[in-house]
């Protein structure tokens, strides 16, 4: 089932959550500079083992203080205006995100908005990606991940979300 929650993604207790991170893995702002704070010191010695990540892809850490069991990181695309595959590197995004669960065994997610923040992707097209990609991957391996949440942090993607999950 696909849930939508107004929050802090730090604060969920799913089975993981997905952050939207940067290629080194070693923190930032946003979402991600919220995560490692919460997480602590442990998720960066982690990260620093996994040599980065591809813009994308997504790779895998425990979570530490978080009260979800794992992190799952991904890179999504740098918004240039929508000619560089900014559209399908944010599908990857999501659907490499789901790949990882349904390996781990992970039965609940929650995804922040990935790139919608300092990489400037334009919010209502790359939540239409986000719910489309998620749902085609439900489709195609029914009985793996079985919550889904879309965690907004602002009024304006909680209405853009709303509208597309009707
Ligand atoms: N919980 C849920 N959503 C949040 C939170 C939070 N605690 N904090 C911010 N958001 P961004 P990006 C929302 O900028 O665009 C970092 O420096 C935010 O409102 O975090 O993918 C990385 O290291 C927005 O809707 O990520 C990278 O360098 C969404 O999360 C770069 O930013 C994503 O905003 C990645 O940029």
Not at 3 to 16: E, P, Q, S, Y
Not at 59 to 82: E, F
Not at 100 to 119: D, L, M, Q, R
Request: hydrophobic share 40%; net charge negative; proline share 4%.
């Amino acid at each position: 089932m696909i849930r939508l929650l107004k929050g802090d993604i730090t604060k969920v207790n799913t089975d993981a959550i997905v952050n939207a991170a940067n290629r080194t893995l070693l923190g930032g702002g946003g979402v991600d500079g919220a995560i490692h704070r919460a997480a602590g010191q442990e998720l960066l010695e982690e990260c620093r083992t996994l040599n980065g990540c591809e813009t994308g892809e997504a790779k895998i850490t425990k979570a530490y203080q978080l009260p979800c069991k794992y992190v799952i990181h991904t890179v999504g695309p740098v918004w240039h205006g929508g000619k560089k595959s900014e559209e399908e590197l944010l599908g990857k995004c999501y659907w490499n995100s789901m790949v990882i669960a349904k390996e781990n065994e992970i039965k609940s997610i929650a995804f922040p908005a990935i790139s919608t923040g300092v990489y400037g992707y334009p919010k209502r097209p790359a939540a239409k990606i986000a719910v489309d990609t998620v749902k085609k991957f439900m489709e195609q391996f029914p009985e793996t991940v079985e919550d889904i949440y879309f965690v907004v942090f602002d009024e304006e993607s909680l209405k853009i979300y709303e509208s597309i999950l009707v």
